[in-house]
């Protein structure tokens, strides 16, 4: 079905269901249970990661940043920042997942029928990233909590959530919270979610262009969820490579000696080699994996919801 009750094409009715309140409420939901989930999931690479940017003479890769780590801090120093992380990043789905719906559909019907099937992968990077401005401003207070708690040396900064987040607001103008980090945040996800969501959507439409070759509705949930794990763990390697000299960034910010530095400043004192480099390949490995599970508990989500998995044709 594609012709709204008025008889009219319309985006929000090309899918298995119609695309109401209901249906992006649902998927808003969905995002919270893909982003929050992972992303605290996999809280002891990232508090490696933040440290081999920061500190890549004292931590070289990484298993040795995992065992450093458990020698100097116990086995709850490479779980810091959870709190911060499922929070926000249950906050970042929620808005990412959902507005790049509600975007979508928007842009669809601003473009038209013709005009949206033509300039499809322009619209997939629009939606993403008028989606992900927004995803940001929610996540960008959790974010400079994390990465705060996961840099400071060992007792220099609170590590339980709540401590943290009080420390982080009466120290507000040494640490720029809450939005001192929003703009090399943009610049981190902002092109990270557009590659994330291109190249998800083009990589499950080669698959059903090219390997399974009849209807998509034709293929069991199993066949589809597979081709949605495969597809999002691809874009998840691309997604880290464009984005990591952002995140490097980011990670930099959180280091007391960078405090008041501009970007440009850090970003010179560092060295573009290292910003793109350093932590790449552990990145490359959390950020593939990441991105796979995400879209796979996000469509099992829609599937089991009767919404349909996303992408196709």
Request: with cysteine; aromatic share 12%; charged share 15%.
């Given at each position: 079905?594609s012709?709204?009750?008025s ?6 009715y090309l899918?298995p269901?119609?695309?109401d ?29 933040c ?9 070289t890769?990484?298993?040795q ?18 709190g ?8 970042q ?16 019907n ?15 990077l629009?939606?993403s990233?008028?989606?992900?401005v927004?995803?940001?401003i929610?996540l960008?207070?959790?974010?400079m909590t ?7 040396p060992?007792?220099?900064f609170?590590?339980?959530?709540g401590?943290?987040?009080?420390e ?6 040494e640490?720029?919270y ?18 994330k969501?291109?190249?998800?959507e083009?990589?499950v ?5 090219h390997v399974f ?6 293929y069991?949930?199993?066949?589809q969820?597979?081709?949605t794990f ?10 880290a490579?464009?984005?990591h000299?952002a995140?490097?960034?980011?990670s ?12 440009g400043?850090?970003?010179?004192e ?7 480099t350093?932590g ?15 879209w796979?508990?996000?469509?099992t989500?829609?599937?089991?919801m ?8």
């Open positions: 079905m012709s709204s009750p008889g009219k094409w319309d985006a929000r899918g269901v119609p695309h309140s209901a249906y992006y409420a649902k998927c808003m939901l969905g995002g919270v249970l893909a982003c929050g989930i992972t992303h605290a999931g996999i809280t002891p690479l990232d508090v490696v990661k440290n081999m940017q920061v500190s890549p003479h004292k931590y890769g990484l298993n940043g995992l065992k450093l780590l458990v020698k100097e801090e116990g086995t709850k120093g490479v779980w810091k920042g959870f911060p992380t499922f929070v926000g990043y249950s906050l789905g929620m808005f990412k997942y959902g507005l790049y719906e509600v975007f979508k559909d928007l842009y669809m601003m473009a038209g029928e013709e005009a949206s099937q033509k300039y499809k992968p322009a619209i997939w629009a939606g990233a008028s989606a992900e927004f995803a940001d929610a960008c207070p959790f974010e994390k990465v705060k708690i996961q840099t400071s060992t007792g220099t609170p590590i339980p959530f401590a943290a987040l009080k982080m607001s009466r120290t507000k103008a640490t720029r809450p939005f001192g980090s929003l703009v090399p945040l943009w610049s981190r996800q902002i092109p990270y979610t557009m590659a969501f291109f190249f998800f083009k990589i439409q080669l698959f059903y262009t070759t009849e209807p998509k509705e034709s069991g949930k199993g066949t969820l597979g081709v495969a597809s999002g763990y691809l874009a998840g390697v691309v997604c490579i464009v984005s000299p995140d490097s960034l980011v930099q910010l959180g280091k007391a000696e960078n405090k008041g530095k501009s970007f400043q850090i970003a010179g560092v060295g573009i080699v290292n910003l793109c350093k790449l390949g552990t990145r490359v490995i959390m950020i593939g994996t990441l991105t796979g599970f995400q796979w508990i996000y469509d989500f829609k599937a089991t009767g919404m349909g998995t996303t992408g196709g044709k």
